[in-house]
Every structure is written in structure tokens, then in C-alpha cells.
């Protein structure tokens, strides 16, 4: 991969869904489909959205370890991000990734306690394309 900022973000801008990994409670690793990232800044730090009440902010709150992966289903291609999570609920951070349409996901607005902002930051990925596979740094 020649532009490893440029390859990553075409393909983590261009998907509508991605999927999150997490670790559960009993210690195995659960997969959700999520929309894409409302924000990313380069290809270390990606903005999503989500239910406060979900399992998945329970149980990044007991082990932050994630993955975010993006599918490029067209060339059959792909990038799995290996990171941390935060999840966010400062007025600030709900504030910065809300969305007209949002309301029908959380009925209460932008200030719904059922409402929070997962901050996933990137240490690591890999990178698969026509039948290969190869590691990177984020910096």
C-alpha cells in the first residue's frame, strides 16, 4: 500500500456501514454493524454515534479494546483498525456529531441520556487487497 492515510480513509469515507468489535462479559468478542463514522481525524481518531443503553457501551466501559473494521465490498477490500474506545457524552462531543434525522434514533434530541458518542483511536491496522494481507502503524 503506497499511501497508507489516503487508501484507509477512501475506504473508511466511502462505506455507509462499518462494524465495531468488542470484548463481552464472559470475555468473548462480539461484532455490531454500525453507520459509518460521523467524523474521523486521519486515520488514528473516528467519531460514531450510539445508545448510551446499548450492551456495547457496557461493555466497552469494562475493556476499552476495539477494532473498526470497513469493507469495500466493490473491490473486495478491506482495513481492520485495532484501537481503543471512549465513549463520550460531554454536551460538546453529542453537540459536534449531531445529525439532522437524528431525533428518530434518539427522541429526546441532541441532550437524550440515551444518547453518547463512541471516540475509537486507532494503534494499529491491516490492510487486505487482492489476496493479500499487510500490517500498519497509525501515527
Same mark, same amino acid.
Not at 481492520?80 to 459536534?96: D, M, N, Q, Y
Given at each position: ?44 481518531? =473516528? ?12 461493555? =466497552? ?8 473494521? =470497513? ?6 477490500? @478491506? ?21 439532522? @434525522? ?6 429526546? @434530541? ?20 487482492? =489476496? ?8
Amino acid at each position: 500500500m503506497k499511501d497508507v492515510q489516503k487508501t484507509v480513509g477512501l475506504i473508511s469515507d466511502k462505506q455507509k456501514v462499518c462494524y465495531i468489535s468488542y470484548i463481552d462479559e464472559n470475555g468473548f468478542p462480539q461484532v455490531r454493524a454500525m453507520l459509518s463514522p460521523r467524523e474521523r481525524e486521519g486515520i488514528k481518531t =473516528f467519531y460514531l454515534s450510539t445508545n448510551t443503553s446499548s450492551k456495547k457501551v457496557d461493555c =466497552f466501559r469494562a475493556n476499552p479494546n476495539a477494532c473498526l473494521y =470497513f469493507v469495500d465490498k466493490r473491490f473486495y477490500r @478491506g482495513v481492520c483498525l485495532t484501537g481503543k474506545v471512549e465513549i463520550l457524552e460531554t454536551a460538546e462531543a453529542k453537540e459536534r456529531l449531531w445529525r439532522i @434525522g437524528d431525533k428518530m434514533y434518539y427522541s429526546k @434530541g441532541v441532550t437524550d441520556p440515551d444518547y453518547c458518542v463512541i471516540k475509537f483511536t486507532a494503534e494499529k491496522g491491516r490492510y487486505y487487497s487482492s =489476496f493479500k494481507s499487510e500490517n500498519f502503524d497509525i501515527e
